[in-house]
Nanobody, 124 residues
């Protein structure tokens, strides 16, 4: 069982930066692939970024490539999402998720565990 708790969301102006954190419980954290997803009002949840168990492989949605960076610290049981050059269209609730598929994945159905989400609002 893995429990995930996100933090770091907030209100930021367009062009600004935020770093989201997701702290996980569970002794097998280091073997899980991890992902970030987001859901804007009235829209379906979508993939943002994912990282493999070792951190050696990362994946990004085209909409955030070059602006967002996913990383993990297995010693701290934490995954991060550094978000730069934020745009109003990045406004959403951001969720972290864990999958026993250690490689990480852009597919929501592969994730067994989800956090409660953290709100990110980007003003224009």
């Amino acid at each position: 069982q893995v429990q995930l708790v996100e933090s770091g969301g907030g209100l930021v102006q367009a062009g600004g930066s935020l770093r989201l954190s997701c702290a996980a419980s569970g002794r097998t954290f280091s073997s899980y692939g991890l992902g970030w997803f987001r859901q804007a009002p009235g829209k379906e949840r979508e993939f943002v970024a994912a990282i493999s168990w070792s951190g050696g492989s990362t994946y990004y949605a085209d909409s955030v490539k070059g602006r967002f960076t996913i990383s993990r610290d297995n010693a701290k049981n934490t995954v991060y999402l550094q978000m730069n050059s934020l745009k109003p269209e990045d406004t959403a609730v951001y969720y972290c998720a864990a999958t026993q598929t250690g490689r990480g994945s852009p597919r929501m159905r592969e994730y067994e565990y989800w956090g409660q989400g953290t709100q990110v609002t980007v003003s224009s």
